[in-house]
C-alpha cells in the first residue's frame, strides 16, 4: 500500500463493518477478538455472543458436504494459522437458529513473531442463493 495512504485500527475496523461478507478474527488460540456486522447477519450471532470465545466452541460448527465436522479436524482457520497458506473452502456453518448455511470461506493467518501467527481472519460469503439454483449433482449430493 501507499505509504501516504495510512489508515488507523478505526478506519480499518469501519471499512471491516460494512462489507456485505462475514469477518471475523481471532487471536492465537482461536479466540475471537472481532465480529462484524456482516457475520451477525449471516450466522445470527451478535458480537456480544461470540466476543471472547473459541470459534470452534459449537458456535458455527462448520461441515462439508458429506457432514464432517471440520471444526475438531480439518478446520480452514487452523490449518492456515498451522502452515501460513491462505484457504478457500466451500461449506455449511451453522445459524444460530440451527439451520445450515452454505457459505464460502477465506482464511488468511495474521502474521506473528518468529512465524507463529498471531491469530487469524475467516472472511466468509452466503452462498444459499446459488446452492438454491444449482441441481442437486453440482453440490456432490
Not at 16 to 39: F, N, Q
Not at 91 to 119: I, M, Q, S
Request: with cysteine; hydrophobic share 40%; aromatic share 8%.
Amino acid at each position: 500500500m501507499d505509504p501516504r495512504f495510512d489508515l488507523d485500527q478505526d478506519e480499518m475496523l469501519r471499512l471491516l463493518d460494512v462489507l456485505h461478507e462475514g469477518v471475523y478474527i481471532t487471536d492465537a488460540d482461536r479466540c475471537i477478538v472481532y465480529w462484524s456486522p456482516g457475520a451477525e447477519r449471516i450466522t445470527g450471532w451478535a458480537a456480544e455472543d461470540v466476543l471472547g470465545r473459541r470459534c470452534r466452541d459449537h458456535l458455527l460448527d462448520h461441515v462439508d458436504f458429506r457432514g464432517q465436522d471440520l471444526c475438531r479436524g480439518a478446520c480452514p482457520l487452523a490449518l492456515c494459522m498451522m502452515d501460513g497458506r491462505p484457504r478457500t473452502e466451500r461449506l455449511f456453518l451453522r445459524h444460530k437458529d440451527d439451520r445450515r448455511v452454505y457459505v464460502e470461506v477465506r482464511t488468511f493467518a495474521l502474521d506473528g513473531a518468529a512465524e507463529a501467527p498471531r491469530g487469524a481472519v475467516e472472511v466468509f460469503r452466503d452462498l444459499t442463493l446459488v446452492n438454491d439454483l444449482l441441481p442437486a449433482d453440482d453440490l456432490g449430493t
